[in-house]
């Protein structure tokens, strides 16, 4: 049996799940858990193996653990999300300012020109 170390795992981990990220956002998010899964799996495997080759023990103990860890990972990730960045951009006004910077009404003519967004745009880079 071939013995991996830890270190060498998480390392590829990392590196496909961030490979991924970049590549589609919405794939990175689905990547590094399901990797994490796998490896857990692999990992708590050998563990088992290792400890008890020919006896059965039950390893059900061990599955339902890995079950609640992951969930509670996920839960950490989601309520990260909603505490810091959420607040972020409410107490600072980020949201405010990102959406007065992405939102500009090409149809509102401005006040001094008469003339719209779009066409100042088109008039700068012509």
Request: proline letters at 6%.
């Amino acid at each position: 049996m071939v013995v991996v170390p830890t270190w060498i795992i998480a390392a590829l981990i990392t590196l496909v799940a961030s490979i991924a990220g970049r590549l589609s956002p919405a794939l990175g998010v689905r990547v590094l858990p399901g990797l994490g899964v796998i490896s857990a799996a692999g990992i708590l495997y050998g563990l088992h193996m290792s400890l008890h080759p020919f006896a059965s023990a039950p390893i059900w103990p061990t599955v339902v653990g890995g079950i609640v860890f992951f969930y509670v990972w996920w839960l950490a990730a989601i309520l990260f999300d909603l505490s810091f960045i959420w607040q972020w951009f409410v107490r600072h006004s980020a949201l405010r300012a990102h959406l007065a910077d992405r939102c500009v009404n090409e149809q509102e003519p401005n006040d001094s020109t008469g003339k719209g967004a779009g066409d100042l745009v088109a008039q700068q880079h012509a």
